[in-house]
């Protein structure tokens, strides 16, 4: 008899009923008679984890034994959403795990819902952490996530009278199965204080940093595990606390509230996730926030190095490599050169050179509030050496590259500097980055070709090979395996199961895209998860919806430039045909939307409510027949993008061309099976590569022709009064036809598209928009047509497997080795 391989899994039904009823007893202290839906989820975890800890064992052991690069994904965020289905299905489980509990007469997917979404992030760029390093443990490459164990995730949306509120999220109010204390790996971080120059014995000259105060890092570990099962990496999240949290002297004295402060202030650091474009709000509170992770990182990189190599620091760029995903890690890169030159005693050459070979950039946006930039002043008070260290690097940077390069050229100067001249002297973390990196990428090709020649162009001429492009991609397990099992199981019945890690499989898929049983069935699906969202709808915001109409489904954060408000005009104007002839000939259309809009931005909450407002205008108007409904889904995260992108027809990325750096929603819908309404941005000129442009409809303004209408002169008045569908519908925000009584409650949307200059061109891009849609209404009638153009989507998004991804990373940018777990 064969046996069986250590990695093999070992447990089956019965053997796992006995181990969820163990740890429903001996962990969970419950029973089964009385014990809650959440019990039983906890003790499901805890027989699940006994799984994932032995190979996590394994694994560190193996890294341990094999000694190769590892890489160190540095992330403010990582919207990892639920675990429980994404650990059983990459550990084969979850067959097996649904007919234990079946038997025990409970139901895997509801348990499931138990399971608040660990919402660390706000939008793309945290998922698009959170894809990264399943790919990574799923290609068995030694890695680490590192980020903030933040105590209240991305706000909980409510939704008021058609308004955004917001709510704390909450998410591990009543413990966290998934995540692991540490406390052997504290770290104490500095902060605030002075700088002194101290003299050594040898005559060479020494700065030493005095801390004001000391804040304590624990690390909470949340296991990665790989599809296979074969590799568990973690991520490694750093709470915040007070060294000494209590002073028991001011207690003693009757202080008992001033006792704690320094607790309750140390603390604040890991409190909250910061919602993007807030930059205002607690600037000094988030630079903390950022050296605090960082350097809690840095600190346990140094330790484990040490460990297998000492004081030795000649391998020490071999052996590292850390991703900084944004410019939010920034302060990584001088927080290294302290601890090399400082504490290490390395010289400044050295150091440097290690720091350069070590660290590498990610850049997701060329919108400038990205492009984060800290007052000197402030710097100087938080963290004194570092502003130093940033001074020498800058001086160096200048004198070394630029001066040869350009010289006495005082205005390139300025502009490449470290440092912002001006009123409040500046340090720009995106030049910071770009200066102290090996490489620079851009998350799409039409994204990196825009940080070259816009963004970068003088640091791409200094260090021509620097500026590169890995295209995004997103873990088909999550986004396909486990969020659409019939999709996914009619794929392992055509291609086999090999599919979740070579996604390349599905193209084979193509030769039955005309096939009408192959159109049956993949239809059949996409009905099947049109009805369950049918149901969700109606459970969470009462709107009836039939699923015999198309889904079209913008998802995404709110902004400006993604354009909710071009999807709101032409909802308008559609609802206006509709009422100008009800037999406007159009099939019934749900338009469904998911948002947050970050608190602090007033137009964006404003479409929310716009949106929110038309909607209840127009799913209560008998006079369209139900031909058109809105539904705005609140509180979009994760676990509600695994139920809405299965059930989309259609797919809204329509962003301004030249201002959506990639996308990733855009590929999650297509591989299930969605056609892309779009611009030609980001990865959607990818996406229409794959999939031919003929399957999707691209509509609007290139890059080239978005820059030309800027450079002329655009004036959106020239489309209002050309276009009397414009007109009319701008026309109609001013008035109280969607907010009775209350007239120009939506007024400043159509202030922001006219006096505001309507900056992301939705004026200009409505006509093709419009045009798109009458296509896809055209396509959508012809039902054996649509399928086809369905299936060639699903079938050919293999390039966007994020696994491809990580791939191209190993290749062009961090040169790691994989290293099975045996
Ligand atoms: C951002 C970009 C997206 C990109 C994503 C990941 C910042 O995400 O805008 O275009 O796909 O990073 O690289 P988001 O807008 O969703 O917050």
């Not at 050459?349 to 400038?368: G, M, Q, S």
């Not at 450079?711 to 009397?724: K, V």
């Amino acid at each position: 008899m064969a046996t069986k391989k250590k990695t093999d899994i070992l447990l089956d039904k019965e053997q796992l009923k006995a181990s969820i009823i163990r740890h429903l007893r001996s962990t969970l202290g419950t029973s089964e008679e009385k014990a809650s839906q959440e019990s039983w989820w906890k003790a499901t975890a805890a027989a699940v984890n006994e799984q994932v800890y032995e190979r996590l064992t394994r694994t560190q052991q193996t890294h341990l034994k094999q000694d190769t690069r590892a890489i160190h994904y540095l992330s403010a965020e990582f919207l990892m959403g639920r675990l429980t289905s994404n650990n059983l299905h990459n550990l084969s489980l979850y067959k097996v795990c649904d007919e234990a509990l079946a038997d025990l007469g409970l139901n895997l997917s509801d348990l499931c819902e138990c399971e608040p979404d660990m919402a660390l992030g706000n939008g793309g760029l945290g998922r698009l952490a959170a894809c990264f390093i399943d790919s990574l443990a799923t290609l068995s490459y030694p890695a680490i996530g590192y980020g903030i164990h933040y105590e209240h995730g991305l706000f909980r949306q409510e939704i008021q009278d058609g308004r955004q509120i917001e709510r704390p999220d909450s998410w591990r109010e009543y413990g966290n199965p998934w995540e692991i204390c540490r406390p052997e790996s504290v770290q104490e971080i500095p902060l605030y204080g002075y700088v002194e120059t101290v003299f050594c014995d040898d005559g060479h000259m020494k700065k030493v940093w005095h801390a004001g105060r000391k804040i304590k890092g624990v690390p909470w570990d949340i296991p990665v595990v790989g599809f296979g099962g074969h590799t568990v990496n973690i991520l490694r999240l750093w709470e915040s606390r007070a060294s000494e949290f209590f002073d028991w002297d001011v207690f003693n004295a009757g202080g008992y509230l001033d006792s704690q402060a320094e607790k309750a202030q140390a603390e604040t650091i890991s409190k909250v996730l910061y919602p993007n474009d807030e930059t205002e709000a607690g600037k000094e509170l988030r630079l903390i926030q950022q050296y605090f992770f960082c350097a809690c990182s840095i600190k346990d990189i140094m330790r484990r190095y040490k460990r297998a190599h000492g004081n030795d620091f000649s391998h020490f760029a071999d052996q590292i490599a850390i991703q900084l995903n944004d410019t939010h890690p920034t302060i990584a890169i001088p927080e290294l050169m302290r601890v090399l030159v400082d504490e290490e005693d390395l010289q400044w050459e050295k150091a440097w050179d290690i720091c350069y070979r070590v660290f590498a950039y990610t850049n997701h946006t060329l919108l400038p509030e990205a492009l984060e930039k800290w007052a000197v002043y402030l710097f100087e008070r938080v963290l004194p050496r570092h502003l130093e260290i940033i001074y020498e690097i800058n001086s160096r940077f200048l004198s070394e590259k630029v001066e040869p390069m350009w010289p006495g050229n005082d205005a390139i100067k300025a502009k490449l500097s470290i440092i912002e001249e001006g009123d409040v002297r500046k340090v720009r973390m995106g030049n910071l980055c770009v200066i102290g990196s090996n490489k620079v990428n851009g998350v799409a090709e039409v994204h990196s070709r825009l940080v070259k020649e816009d963004l970068f162009p003088e640091f791409d001429q200094i260090w021509p090979d620097k500026l590169c492009n890995v295209t995004n991609g997103v873990t088909p397990r999550r986004w396909l395996l486990a969020c659409n099992p019939e999709l996914a199981a009619l794929y392992d019945e055509v291609v086999g199961k090999e599919w979740p890690l070579k996604l390349d499989l599905l193209r084979s898929v193509v030769k039955f895209a005309d096939d009408k049983a192959f159109q049956k069935q993949f239809m059949t699906i996409k009905r099947h998860n049109k009805e369950k969202l049918v149901e969700v709808i109606k459970a969470e915001t009462g709107i009836d919806v039939s699923a015999e109409a198309i889904f079209d489904i913008q998802i995404k954060r709110l902004h400006e430039y993604k354009r909710q408000q071009l999807n709101l005009l032409h909802i308008m104007a559609l609802y206006r045909r509709l009422l100008a002839d009800p037999d406007y000939d159009m099939h019934p259309r749900v338009f469904i939307f998911g948002s947050k809009a970050a608190p602090g931005y007033k137009l964006a909450k404003d479409i929310i409510y716009a949106i929110n407002k038309v909607a209840e205008r127009v799913n209560n108007d008998v006079r369209i027949k139900g031909k058109l409904k809105v539904v705005f889904m609140p509180n979009y995260r994760v676990s509600l993008a695994e139920k809405l992108i299965p059930a989309a027809d259609v797919s809204e990325q329509i962003s301004t061309a030249g201002y959506e750096a990639s996308g990733t929603g855009n590929m999650k819908m297509a591989l299930n099976g969605a056609i892309t309404i779009g611009t030609l941005d980001g990865a959607n000129i990818e996406i229409a590569e794959e999939a031919g442009e003929e399957n999707c409809a691209i509509f609007g303004l290139t890059v080239d022709e978005v820059k030309a209408l800027k450079a002329r002169g655009y004036n959106p008045y020239d489309f209002y009064y050309a276009n009397s569908e414009i007109k009319a519908v701008l026309d109609w925000f001013d008035t109280d036809y969607f907010t009775p009584g209350r007239p120009g409650e939506l007024s400043s949307i159509k202030r922001a598209l006219l006096d505001g200059g309507d900056t992301y061109l939705a004026l200009a891009d409505f006509a093709a928009y419009s045009e798109a849609h009458r296509k896809i209404d055209t396509w959508y009638c012809d039902p054996s047509l649509w399928a086809k153009k369905a299936i060639i989507n699903s079938a050919t998004m293999g390039k966007f497997n994020s696994d491809r991804s990580i791939e191209d990373y190993v290749a062009r940018i961090w040169g790691l080795k994989s290293c099975k777990v045996g």
